[in-house]
């Protein structure tokens, strides 16, 4: 009987074990022991992962319940909005929606119960796509036929990272076939494939905080994720050797999701978010028909306008009726050259593997963060400072005489440009999107800002897709939308000198009414 159990893990077994336990008559106790046996004979005949997958499919033959199973994996557990990605071909390649969906879940209970930081799921135990509309019980297991249990286990940054080695050399030139692919929550990477083989260029392990961090080799993460991996299946013997144990057999994967699908329907497909975005490097996304200057610490760039642009974009698809972008200059590494818009050309730009933020900003703390800006960028022509911020739905004009004087603030409100000036305009919360650092680390927005979407997409994966479906991309023109003179032409061309001595009034009244709001 041990040894059954110890083998036969799912859900649907030890609940059959159950009602066998609970029989009084004697026939039943002899039935129970031949089924005992035949699994037993199927355990070490087959192996484990085929055995589990079978076992469901053995007792019902064995035990003759066909109708109070089929009664029980009827029950409607939840309802989606439309049909929700388990696939093969979708979940052994890279990311895939169900495996998203299983993996924040999976991390929401390990963070509530032991502090889990990561989660990581094989992909070859998800067996199954979801439909749309109703989601039985049945529909469950389908995706979950192994019986899966949740584990919880601590280790080393250098373990992990090479369990992602491992995962990319698996999934080889095209692609991905492995189920030892892995899904993920709480963690990002980006990859690159040449004639040598896969490359990780950056590793990023969420922090507490919220903000993104890169993986240490040196530290202990809190791990999410299942029996079959705890037990060094599929090559993973580096987690197994290496793991500090916290619990062996937690819940079963299949009555984590029913929980959750009975908790939280209807629910949708989560979007795509690049988390584990690995691409040939030769890959062509498209077309530059002229060098697109990635050079933006100083001022405006070509590049960090068509990527706030594109965010913009994003943003009101998204839902978030987004009006502001603001990505940090720091992140922008490169240019991009003319001609063929390559996975590595994007690269060399987005090394950092920086996420999209959603969140809600008063106009006050806009003027307050382009005044901090300002005051690390320095004399003019001269800026290099990462803070330095991209742009778009908002244009300011600024004065140097040996320090920046913040001048006239605009922000685009549908289709016309308003001064950010007046009482209304400071005190009006502003839809923005902005680079997981503008969120987290500008004191003046982590402090002050109503978040929206946290972790949104990566930069990178969202200049791919623009790259995709917009090529050939023209350089865009300077529109002085960071206009560091007097005589920008938007500024002359709107110029109404009754709003300088507005400005400082009008901050202090916006400022009391702040004050007075926190009251």
């Known amino acids: ?80 909005t439309r049909a929700i990605d388990g696939s093969k071909e979708s979940c052994r390649d890279g990311e895939c929606e169900y495996g998203d969906l299983l993996c924040e879940e999976l991390l929401r209970y390990g963070r509530d119960k032991y502090g889990s930081q990561i989660a990581l799921y094989n992909a070859g135990g998800i067996r199954a796509s979801l439909p749309a509309g109703k989601v039985t019980r049945a529909d469950v297991l389908a995706v979950h036929p192994f019986g899966n249990n949740a584990t919880f286990f601590k280790l080393k940054g250098a373990a992990l990272k090479q369990m992602l080695q491992d995962a990319l050399a698996e999934h080889g030139d095209g692609p991905g076939t492995a189920g030892n692919w892995l899904q993920v929550a709480g963690l990002r990477l980006q990859a690159s494939y040449n004639s040598t083989g896969w490359t990780l260029r950056n590793i990023l392990v969420k922090h507490p905080a919220g903000d993104w961090w890169a993986l240490d080799n040196d530290s202990t993460y809190s791990i999410a994720s299942n029996s079959y991996i705890m037990d060094g299946n599929g090559g993973r013997k580096v987690a197994s050797d290496n793991l500090e144990l916290i619990e062996a057999n937690g819940i079963g994967i299949a009555n984590l999701m029913t929980d959750y699908f009975k908790k939280h329907s209807p629910v949708s497909p989560p979007a795509l978010d690049g988390r584990t975005y690995h691409e040939r490097s030769s890959k062509v996304f498209g077309t530059a028909a002229a060098d697109i200057d990635g050079s933006c610490r100083d001022h405006t760039c070509a ?35 003319q001609g063929n818009v390559t996975f590595e050309s994007l690269l060399q730009v987005h090394r950092f593997g920086y996420l999209i933020s959603f969140f809600r900003l008063r106009g006050t703390y806009v003027r307050m963060l382009l005044e901090d800006m300002l005051a ?52 009006r919360e502003y839809s923005v999107a902005g680079s997981s650092n ?41 529109d002085q939308r960071e206009c560091l003179t007097d005589n920008c032409a938007w500024l002359l061309e709107s110029r109404d000198f009754s709003w300088r001595p507005q400005t400082a009034t009008n901050m202090l009244i916006a400022s009391m009414f702040l004050l007075l709001s926190v009251f």
């Not at 642009?309 to 050259?337: C, D, F, N, W």
């Not at 549908?414 to 209304?424: A, F, M, N, R, S």
């Not at 790259?467 to 350089?475: A, C, G, M, R």
């Open 438 to 478: 503008v969120r987290f680390s500008r004191k003046v927005v982590n402090k002050n800002c109503v978040p929206l979407e946290d972790d949104g997409p990566g930069a990178l994966i969202t200049m791919s897709k623009f790259f995709e479906s917009s090529s050939p991309v023209q350089p865009p023109p300077d």
């Open 1 to 80: 009987l041990k040894q059954f159990r110890r083998k036969a893990e799912c859900d649907s077994c030890r609940g059959l074990l159950g009602l066998l336990k609970r029989s009084f008559f004697l026939a039943k106790m002899v039935r129970m022991m031949n089924i005992l046996a035949g699994a037993w004979l199927i355990v070490h005949s087959l192996g484990e992962e085929e055995c589990e997958d079978n076992s469901i499919l053995f007792l019902q033959e064995r035990l003759g319940l066909h109708a109070d199973l089929k009664t029980l994996e009827a029950e409607v557990v939840g309802t989606t």
């Open 303 to 337: 590049y960090g306008v068509l990527l706030c642009e594109e965010m913009l974009r994003q943003g009101q698809k998204a839902g978030h009726a987004t009006e502001i972008a603001l990505y940090h200059a720091g992140a922008l590494l490169a240019s991009v050259p």
């Open 376 to 427: 690390d960028h320095g004399a003019p022509g001269t800026g290099n400072a990462a803070s330095w911020l991209q742009v778009a739905g908002l244009r300011f004009q600024a004065s140097w005489n040996g320090s920046w004087a913040l001048g006239r603030v605009q922000v685009q409100i549908d289709t016309e440009w308003k001064d950010l000036d007046t009482t209304e305009m400071l005190t």
